[in-house]
Nanobody, 113 residues
Framework: QVQVVESGGGLVQPGGSLRLSCAASGFTFSSYVMNWHRQAPGKQREWVANIFSGGSTNYADSVKGRFTISRDNAKKMVYLQMNNLKPEDTAVYYC???????WGQGTQVTVSS
């Protein structure tokens, strides 16, 4: 069964950090670009970052310099390290596999004092 499962969300104060994880299974993980997206309450889903199989990365302007995406092809894992979090980063964060368009269930990140 092809699936991705996110974890690591939670409540954090502004300026804090969180690391999200995405565990993949059921497909040749190393062959696919992996993406993180997010959806804030009342807003459209927003692409956050992606990482290619060789490790090259891209980021939305809103998170550039604060978030870092990484992957471990041996463990079939993708990570999103989020630093200097802001209230506007509050959203459900989703992991997605490009091409085959598989999505996880999401993990909630809330940034609030």
């Amino acid at each position: 069964q092809v699936q991705v499962v996110e974890s690591g969300g939670g409540l954090v104060q502004p300026g804090g950090s969180l690391r999200l994880s995405c565990a993949a299974s059921g497909f040749t993980f190393s062959s696919y670009v992996m993406n993180w997206h997010r959806q804030a309450p009342g807003k459209q889903r927003e692409w956050v970052a992606n990482i290619f199989s060789g490790g090259s990365t891209n980021y939305a302007d809103s998170v550039k310099g604060r978030f870092t995406i990484s992957r471990d092809n041996a463990k079939k894992m993708v990570y999103l390290q989020m630093n200097n979090l802001k209230p506007e980063d509050t959203a459900v964060y989703y992991c997605q596999v490009s091409v085959i368009d598989v999505w996880g269930q999401g993990t909630q990140v809330t940034v609030s004092s």
